[in-house]
């Protein structure tokens, strides 16, 4: 069973049925469940699938072993072949068992970055037969796969060649959200009430491979324990491998996601450059930004009304939480009630406010929603930072532009229990509207809302200063269509 992705399940049923050859990219994080999907999706459908998966780090010699082997499984009830040379002998042995089908036939290319090894000429074949030939064939669908965003958004959907403006389709697939990770975890028999899956999500993200180690009968902070603090804690070296799986360099980026990760409420690119004591100008620190962005990491923004000011900010969640809890920790023996005390200590609540605003903002049409407006313009966070100490800074968590000449200032907040704006707070808000509307100048109305987890306490402050309206975790957990 897929749970969720409809979005997708729509699309690949328009490419199943197409009467054209179909040439699909589908891009995502590691583990958020590419190849699963494609493959169920296809395994009940009437067509032959072709699936090869690439090696990471494997060489040329042993790409073209496996590539062999996924051709004869698939057409030739697994007859022994001569190994090919070269991706040009494969590809048309390929060639020959796609001219004799005539059912749909799909060409499921998994981890192609690690298959298109360094001078293999995997992507010139690619090219060759896609143009000359498959692509004339109403019954062949192509499908490229991998985590690695930025190499399959550069060297296929944005190919300067042969390749460019031939990809049909494209999937970015995305983490489950909240509702999609309650579904997928009751399809397991596990019901936990929402309070435990946010807990949940805030570590784990909505990476469905992850959630997997989720127990029934445990919780939230029992599995926590069993997943990152146990001595064969399953994802307890998982971080190294994620960032090995994507970028050559590998280093180079996790030293890159920890300086941003330092910064809670954002870092300049000016402090990155900086800090990351990277050569060759700012060349290498845009390039890998961009793949961190294009990878789902972090989050690049630009403060609402401005055109420059980037800043940028970790948005994962498994990474907010390793590197918060675990990186620090991997050589301590740890009690059995070792979460539980830590999720007692001020350092958690301080952690989970930052990774509650990232859940936010993977949930701003639901947030949109349960406010009853309607969004035209951008939609990003604000912030003033003041050079003078007797000018107060600010910083607003979601800005929504709105198509009715009004703005939503929306202010993020997690608590256990419900939030109290007390009189201190509401003086803060009340300066954050007035810094707002001076720094941007903007003449639209202003309306404040509160995103609270546990909903907002209603006293006199809450009444003079909220009236934009109020979002509780139910309204992230709504089943959007």
Not at 87 to 115: C, G, R, T, Y
Not at 312 to 337: A, G, H, N, P, R
Request: hydrophobic share 40%; with cysteine; proline share 1%.
């Amino acid at each position: 069973m897929i749970i969720g992705r409809t979005k997708e399940l729509k699309l690949l049923n328009k490419v199943y049925s197409s009467q054209e050859a179909e040439f699909v990219v589908i891009y995502g994080r590691r583990r958020v469940g590419k190849t699963y999907l494609i493959r169920e999706f296809f395994a009940n459908k009437k067509c032959k699938l072709l699936h090869a998966t690439g090696l990471q780090h494997g060489s040329q010699k042993k790409q073209l072993k496996k590539f062999t082997e996924a051709v004869s499984e698939t057409f030739l009830d697994n007859i022994a072949l001569e190994a090919p040379k070269n991706w040009e002998e494969a590809f048309n042995v390929l060639h020959k068992q796609l001219s004799k089908s005539q059912e749909k036939v799909v060409i499921f290319l998994d981890e192609l970055p690690w298959m298109a090894t360094r001078r293999s000429g995997l992507l010139e074949e690619i090219d060759y037969y896609w143009n000359r030939n498959w692509s004339k064939m109403h019954n062949v669908i192509l499908v490229a796969c991998g985590s690695s965003a930025s190499w399959l958004i550069k060297k296929i959907i944005n190919n300067k060649g042969g390749l460019h403006n031939r990809v049909t389709r494209s999937i970015n697939l995305l983490p489950f959200n909240l509702a999609e990770t309650d579904e997928f975890l009751k399809s397991r028999n596990i019901k936990l009430n929402q309070k435990h899956v946010l807990s949940l999500y805030m570590a784990l993200g909505g990476i469905p491979y992850y959630l997997k180690y989720i127990e029934r009968g445990l919780t939230a902070e029992q599995n926590i324990q069993h997943i990152f603090f146990t001595k064969e804690a399953p994802l307890q070296s998982e971080f190294n491998k994620l960032f090995e799986s994507l970028f050559e360099n590998a280093d180079a980026y996790i030293e890159l996601i920890k300086l941003i990760a330092k910064r809670k409420e954002g870092a300049r690119r000016a402090e990155l450059k900086v800090d990351a004591r990277l050569s060759s100008g700012g060349g290498r620190l845009s390039r890998r930004l961009q793949d961190l962005k294009e990878a789902g990491f972090i989050e690049e923004n630009i403060p609402w009304g401005r055109s420059t000011g980037e800043y940028y900010k970790l948005i994962d969640e498994f990474c907010l939480f390793y590197l918060q809890w675990v990186v620090s920790q991997k050589q301590k023996q740890f009690t059995q009630d070792y979460w539980l005390n830590q999720s007692q200590r001020p350092a958690y609540y301080a952690w989970s406010g930052y990774a509650f605003e990232a859940v936010c903002m993977k949930h701003v049409d639901h947030i949109i929603h349960a406010l009853h407006i309607k969004a035209s313009g951008k939609i990003s966070a604000w912030r003033f930072i003041s050079r003078k100490k007797i000018v107060e800074g600010a910083q607003v968590d979601l800005v929504i532009d709105r198509s009715d000449n009004a703005i939503t200032l929306c202010e993020i907040k997690y608590t256990d229990q419900q939030y109290t704006i007390d009189k201190q707070y509401a003086k803060n808000l009340k300066n954050k509207i007035e810094v707002f509307k001076e720094k941007t100048g903007t003449k639209k109305q202003i309306f404040l809302a509160m995103i609270c987890a546990n909903g907002l306490k209603k006293t006199t402050y809450s009444d003079e200063q909220i009236d934009g309206g109020i979002v509780a975790l139910d309204s992230l957990f709504y089943k959007m269509d």
